[in-house]
């Protein structure tokens, strides 16, 4: 049973703090992972990918990916109130199924 | 660029009716999946297509679910007879292709409560 994990928080932080969100995966031959960002009654939007090793940076996100820890992360640079939100995290298993597998997604609140 | 529709945005039906939604993927995406996603849960697929071809349907409720992809294009999901426990929202997605690589985009998603 190929898996993602996420805590479901509530994540609750300061605005103008960094909020770090993370995921770990079971399978060892996933190849991509992908962040949605889901607004309370919205459908999932997405925020960013990441394919390879490493940290990949895009506005106020970065996602960062450690493939021999099986593990993912987003970082939310100076959190505004408008990114509370639910964030999936989202990864294709090895193969060449096309086929995410969600995380049930964290909860972050950014307080103003 | 026009997203992936779907209809009706919202649905409420007794247990035992039937329901169908409607989805029409981006113009030019040859896959299109339904996820079903349970309040507090991460979206679960359902069925993928390719183009009109079946790719993946090993977790639809076959007995209650079935879905179409005529022409490749627009799709419909149907669930017959519903239950309490079908209360979801029902999310259309599509991609360019399938595999690693190819995001998938989401509609605005059918919302389904069964009394």
């Known amino acids: 049973q190929k898996e993602v994990e996420q805590n479901s928080g509530p994540l609750s932080v300061p605005e103008g703090a960094i909020a770090s969100l993370n995921c770990t995966y079971s399978?060892?031959?996933?190849?991509?992972f992908f962040w949605y960002r889901q607004y309370s009654g919205k459908s999932p939007e997405l925020i960013m990918f990441?394919?390879?090793?490493g940290d990949k940076e895009d506005g106020r996100f970065t996602a960062q990916l450690n493939k021999a820890s099986q593990y993912v992360s987003l970082l939310i640079r100076d959190s505004q109130p408008s990114d509370s939100a639910t964030y999936l995290c989202?990864?294709?298993?090895?193969?060449?199924?096309?086929?995410?597998?969600f995380g049930k997604g964290t909860k972050l609140s950014v307080k103003p | 660029e026009a997203g992936v529709a779907q209809s009706p945005r919202y649905k409420i039906i007794e247990k035992r009716q039937s329901v169908a939604f409607w989805c029409n993927p981006i113009?030019?995406?040859?896959?299109l999946y339904w996820y079903q996603q349970i309040l507090g849960q991460g979206p679960k697929l359902l069925i993928q297509?390719?183009?009109?071809?079946?790719?993946?349907d090993s977790q639809l409720p076959k007995d209650r679910f079935s879905a179409e992809r005529l022409k490749g294009v627009d799709s419909t999901l149907k669930i017959q007879p519903a239950k309490l426990e079908d209360s979801a929202v029902y999310l259309c997605?599509?991609?360019?292709?399938?595999?690693?690589?190819?995001?998938?985009?989401f509609g605005e998603g059918s919302w389904l409560t069964v009394v």
């Open positions: 997605a599509s991609s360019p292709g399938q595999g690693s690589g190819n995001t998938i985009y």
């Open positions: 399978d060892r031959g996933s190849q991509s």
């Open positions: 297509f390719q183009n009109n071809g079946v790719v993946d």
């Open positions: 990441i394919y390879s090793n």
């Open positions: 113009s030019g995406h040859a896959t």
């Open positions: 989202a990864v294709y298993p090895g193969g060449s199924q096309g086929n995410l597998i």
